[in-house]
């Protein structure tokens, strides 16, 4: 089965710390690409980045960082001197069937407390 | 330019009634999506299409009917509304196929009661 999990229901930290948001993935395809989405309180889903499987260099973005790793077939996000600004909620996504559409993992609700 | 728009924002339906979701990109995409949101359960696709005149099913489909006629505009009709459809409905579009990033609209709230 293709799909994504993120276990992580719900995070919660203090404004300045820093946090990771888990996302492992299952697919059979050789080559794929993976998404991370943004829903902040406001509602609307935002794209933040998308990673294709040949290329797992890290990617770095201000205070956003990336690590994708194959071999535990994971594509982690971690935020950097967290704020509260980043208090949303984080989806995780994998093309499936013909990469026709995505699947959605069932996302993880960051709390920033200031 | 205005992305991704989606008309109503709101909506109460009793059940059994009907309506139709209105989705407009002006972003010349081929492919567009019907999600719906639940709490707990993440976006699951409704109904996509891959260009206009085309529909396909998502993971859930059933209760749902889907026209893509122009290629700017996805309707969304629900002929007979059940509480079960109680959501929040997403759609989206993007230029190719799930290799690129998706764009979505801000969102429908609907209730049925």
């Known amino acids: 089965a293709q799909k994504v999990t993120q276990a992580q229901t719900e995070i919660s930290v203090v404004e300045k710390e820093d946090v990771t948001l888990d996302c492992v993935y299952e697919t059979r395809d050789t080559t794929y690409y993976l998404f991370w989405y943004k829903q902040p309180p406001s509602g609307e889903l935002v794209f933040l980045i998308r990673?294709?499987?040949?290329?797992?260099q890290n990617e770095i973005s201000g205070r956003y960082s990336w690590n994708f790793q194959k071999s535990t077939s994971s594509f982690n996000f971690t935020i950097t001197a967290s704020q509260v600004v980043d208090s949303a909620v984080y989806f995780c996504?994998?093309?499936?069937?013909?990469?026709?559409?995505?699947?959605f993992g069932t996302g993880t609700r960051l709390t920033i407390i200031p | 330019n205005a992305g991704v728009t989606q008309t109503p924002k709101f909506r109460v339906l009793k059940t059994g009634q009907s309506m139709t979701l209105l989705c407009a990109q002006d972003m010349n995409h081929e492919y567009m999506y019907w999600y719906r949101q639940d709490p707990g359960m993440g976006l699951r696709l409704i109904h996509y299409s891959v260009g206009e005149g085309t529909t396909a099913k998502g993971e859930v489909p059933d209760g749902y009917n889907v026209s893509r006629l122009k290629k700017q505009n996805f309707l969304l009709g629900l002929e007979s509304a059940a509480p079960s459809q109680t959501s929040v409905y997403f759609c989206a579009s993007s230029y190719l196929t799930g290799f690129t990033e998706q764009y979505f609209g801000p969102g429908t709230r609907l209730t049925v009661t």
């Open positions: 990673r294709n499987s040949f290329d797992e």
């Open positions: 996504a994998l093309p499936i069937f013909g990469n026709e559409k995505l699947t």
